[in-house]
C-alpha cells in the first residue's frame, strides 16, 4: 500500500490524515466495542428484563403494586420541583455573574461547580446533619412541625443540591458571550426590569435555557446517591423511581425493578432525543446564537 | 436642552477612569468628545445616559439635577459601537421597542416606524432581521431606535466605528445633516479627530480621565491649550529645545517667542503642523538641513517625509502643488526646512532641592 503525507486531496474520506489503515480500524473498532459493551448492551438487557413476559406483565408490574406507582409520582413532582428552583436560581446567577463585577465573583464562580465535584452521598449527610432531628435545626424544625429529612422536602433539596450547576453553567457563557448591550439599550429605551427580562434577555437565551433545563431534569430523575441518604427508604412515601429500582431488587423481585428501570431509562432516552432535536434545530436557525450583532 | 457635568469622577478599581470634570454642552449643539482609548470619553458619555454611575460629581440636564436619575427615565437616546439591535426582532421591531414598552397605541407605533424608516431610508426593509442588514444599515437601525421615542438628546458611542470608511463619510454627512434639522443636542464619542472635526460645533478633547480643551473645532487646532492636544491632532513635527528671553532654539532653528523672556534657558518643544513647514533650495543660517526621503501627491498637495541627518528628525512637510512644481522635488536630494510658525510648550520645571 501506497502511504502519502498528505497533499493528496482525494476525497476518499478516511485516508486524508494518512494514518495507516491498522491503526484507524483498532481506534473505530475499539470505540464501537466499549460504548457497545458499557452502554448499548446495558441498555437493551433493560428493556429485554423488563418485557421477558411481555407488555402486559411490564404493565401489571407497573400498575398494581401501590409503593411503586407513588414512586414514579414522587419522581415526577420531586424532578420537576428541583428542575423550577434551579432554573431559578440558574437565571439569577447567571445574571448576577455575566452582568456584574464584584468582590467574590470568581469565588461565586467556583462553589457553582462544587455538586459537580462532591459526592452525591457527601451532599445527603450534608443535609442530613443539618435538618435531622439531631442536626443544627433539627429541634427547631420539629418544634416548627416540619419535617425536611425522611420526607419530601428532604428529597427536594437533596435533589436541588446535585443538579445545581447545570442551567446556570448552560447559561453563563451564553451571556458573557451576547454581553450587555442589547440589555443596556432596552434600558436606555425605557424599558423596566421586567420588560427588559420578558421582551430582551429570555428571547436571546431561551434555547441555552431550555437545555440546561432538560439536562438538569434528566439528571434529577436518575438521582440516587444524595437522595438515599435523606430518603430513609420509607415504601410507599419517600421512595423514588431510582430508590425503588434498587428496593425491588434487593427483595429478589426482578421483573418488578427491570420494569421501573426500563421506564426511567425511557425517561432518560426521550429527554436526551428532545435535547438532542433542540440542538440539530437551533444550529439550523441563523440568528439566536450568532454573536455578529 | 444643555447637559452640564460638574466635577465628575468614576473609578473602576485602580483606574481613575474620569477625574473631576466639568462640561457644558449648549442646547441644540453637535458635540464630540474625542480622545484616545482610556481617556474616559466613552465612561463620560454613558455617565450622561444614566448607563453608568458617578463616584462624584453632578450630571444637569438644563437645570435638572439627574444625577440620580435611572437610565429609562432620563430621556435619552443611546447608540452603541455595536449596534446593539435586538437580534431576535425585526427591524420593525426594533424601531417600535421604545414606544412599546411606554404602552403607545399601536397605530402610532406603525405610523412612527414608517416614518423614521423613511428618514433613515430604509423604507421596505422593516420586516428583515438585523443579520439580513448591512453594517450601515444596522446602525442606522439603530439610530432610528434611539430616535423613535423622540429623546432630549441623542448620545452616540463611537457611532460609526465599525464601518468601511465609504460607509462612515457618507453617514457623518447623513448625521450632520439629521441634526441640522432636527436641533436634538447631540454627543458622540470618538477617536477619530477628522470625523469629531468634520462634525461636530463642539470638539472636546480628553485624555487620562480629563478635559484637555474645549472649544470649536477651528479653536482647538489652530489654538491648542496643551501639547497633548497638539501632539493628538497628529502629524505635528516636533523639535525639542530651549527658550531664552523670547527666543526659541532647536538646533538651528531660531525663532521668536513672548511666551518666556526670563534670561534662565528653559527646556521648550515646539509643534510644528506640516503645512507650517517651508522647504527651500537655498541654504539659510536658521534652516534645517535634511534629505527627501519620498514625496507622494495627496490631491492638491505633495507630501514630502524628510530626513534631518544632523539630528535624526523625521519631517512630514505639506508643499502646496504650485511651489512643488516650481521646485521639482525628488528623493535623496538636499534640502533645507524651515518653519514659518511654530507652538511652543514649556514643561512645568523640575525643581531639585
Known amino acids: ?238 421512595d423514588t423511581m431510582p430508590l425503588r429500582v434498587e428496593k425491588l431488587f434487593q427483595e429478589y423481585n426482578n421483573p418488578g425493578s427491570y420494569a421501573v428501570a426500563s421506564v426511567l431509562t425511557l425517561m432518560a432516552l426521550a429527554t436526551l432525543t428532545a435535547a438532542w432535536a433542540l440542538e440539530h434545530w437551533t444550529n439550523r436557525r441563523p440568528t439566536p446564537s450568532g454573536k455578529e450583532l | 436642552m444643555s447637559i452640564t457635568i460638574a466635577g465628575v469622577s468614576r473609578r473602576f478599581g485602580n483606574f481613575q477612569a474620569l477625574s473631576g470634570v466639568n462640561l457644558q454642552v449648549p442646547a441644540g449643539s453637535l458635540t464630540a468628545l474625542l480622545g484616545p482609548s482610556g481617556s474616559g470619553k466613552t465612561t463620560l458619555l454613558r455617565i450622561i445616559a444614566g448607563l453608568e454611575s458617578a463616584d462624584s460629581g453632578q450630571v444637569l440636564f438644563d437645570d435638572r439635577d439627574v444625577t440620580q436619575l435611572a437610565a429609562r427615565e432620563r430621556g435619552v437616546g443611546f447608540v452603541f459601537q455595536h449596534y446593539a439591535l435586538f437580534r431576535h426582532m425585526t427591524v420593525a421591531e426594533n424601531i417600535a421597542f421604545g414606544l412599546r414598552v411606554r404602552k403607545s397605541p399601536a397605530a402610532d407605533v406603525n405610523q412612527r416606524v414608517q416614518e423614521l424608516l423613511r428618514l433613515v431610508r430604509l423604507e421596505g426593509l422593516g420586516q428583515r432581521l438585523p443579520t439580513e442588514l448591512s453594517g450601515g444599515q444596522r446602525q442606522r437601525v439603530a439610530l432610528a431606535r434611539a430616535l423613535a421615542v423622540r429623546p432630549q438628546m441623542l448620545l452616540l458611542d463611537e457611532p460609526f466605528g465599525a464601518l468601511d470608511a465609504r460607509v462612515r463619510q457618507e453617514l457623518r454627512g447623513w448625521l450632520r ?59 505635528v513635527n516636533v523639535f525639542h529645545g530651549r527658550v531664552t528671553a523670547g527666543q526659541l532654539e532647536a538646533g538651528p532653528i531660531r525663532m521668536a517667542w513672548s511666551g518666556y523672556t526670563q ?82 510648550f514649556m514643561p512645568e520645571p523640575e525643581y531639585v532641592i
Not at chain 1, 438521582?223 to 412515601?237: D, M
Not at chain 2, 523625521?314 to 525628488?330: F, T
Open chain 1, 1 to 238: 500500500m501506497h502511504v502519502s503525507g498528505g497533499g493528496t486531496n482525494s476525497g476518499r474520506g478516511l485516508r486524508v490524515n494518512g494514518d495507516p489503515l491498522w491503526l484507524r480500524l483498532l481506534l473505530i473498532g475499539s470505540a464501537i466495542t466499549i460504548t457497545g459493551v458499557l452502554i448499548v448492551i446495558p441498555v437493551v438487557y433493560v428493556f429485554v428484563q423488563a418485557f421477558a413476559d411481555g407488555p402486559g406483565a411490564w404493565w401489571s408490574q407497573l400498575t398494581e403494586d401501590a409503593d411503586t406507582r407513588h414512586a414514579v409520582l414522587l419522581t415526577l413532582s420531586v424532578a420537576p420541583a428541583a428542575v423550577l428552583a434551579n432554573t431559578i436560581f440558574g437565571l439569577a446567577a447567571a445574571w448576577t455573574l455575566t452582568r456584574f463585577r464584584f468582590r467574590g465573583r470568581l469565588l461565586l464562580l467556583t462553589l457553582l461547580d462544587l455538586p459537580f465535584a462532591v459526592s452525591p452521598v457527601v451532599a445527603g449527610l450534608c443535609i442530613l446533619l443539618i435538618y435531622g432531628s439531631q442536626g443544627w435545626l433539627g429541634p427547631w424544625l420539629k418544634q416548627a412541625g416540619v419535617q425536611v429529612v425522611f420526607a419530601s422536602p428532604g428529597l427536594f433539596l437533596a435533589t436541588t443540591f446535585v443538579t445545581l450547576p447545570f442551567v446556570a453553567r448552560e447559561l453563563i457563557p451564553l451571556m458573557e458571550s451576547l454581553g450587555a448591550d442589547e440589555e443596556l439599550a432596552a434600558v436606555s429605551l425605557g424599558a423596566g426590569p421586567w420588560q427588559l427580562f420578558w421582551r430582551v434577555t429570555l428571547p436571546n437565551i431561551r434555547w441555552g435555557l431550555l437545555f440546561g433545563v432538560i439536562q438538569c431534569h434528566a439528571r434529577a430523575m436518575g438521582e440516587f446517591g444524595a437522595v438515599k441518604v435523606v430518603s430513609g427508604g420509607i415504601s410507599g412515601q419517600t
Open chain 2, 263 to 344: 534670561d534662565e534657558p528653559r527646556n521648550a518643544t515646539a509643534y510644528v503642523r506640516p503645512h507650517e513647514l517651508e522647504i527651500d533650495r537655498h541654504a539659510e543660517a536658521t534652516a534645517l538641513q535634511a534629505t527627501i526621503l519620498q514625496a507622494t501627491p495627496a490631491g492638491s498637495l505633495l507630501r514630502v517625509r524628510l530626513l534631518a541627518e544632523g539630528y535624526g528628525v523625521e519631517l512630514n512637510v505639506d508643499v502646496v502643488r504650485e511651489r512643488a512644481d516650481q521646485l521639482q522635488l525628488r528623493p535623496g536630494e538636499q534640502v533645507f526646512v524651515r518653519p514659518k510658525t511654530a507652538r511652543v
Open chain 2, 177 to 235: 445633516r439629521l441634526h441640522q434639522e432636527m436641533h436634538v443636542t447631540t454627543v458622540f464619542v470618538t477617536h477619530d479627530q477628522e470625523e469629531a472635526f468634520e462634525m461636530a460645533d463642539q470638539v472636546v478633547v480628553m485624555n487620562q480621565g480629563r478635559i484637555e480643551q474645549t472649544g470649536s473645532p477651528q479653536q482647538v487646532f489652530d489654538h491648542p491649550a496643551t501639547s497633548f492636544v497638539m501632539d493628538f491632532l497628529g502629524n
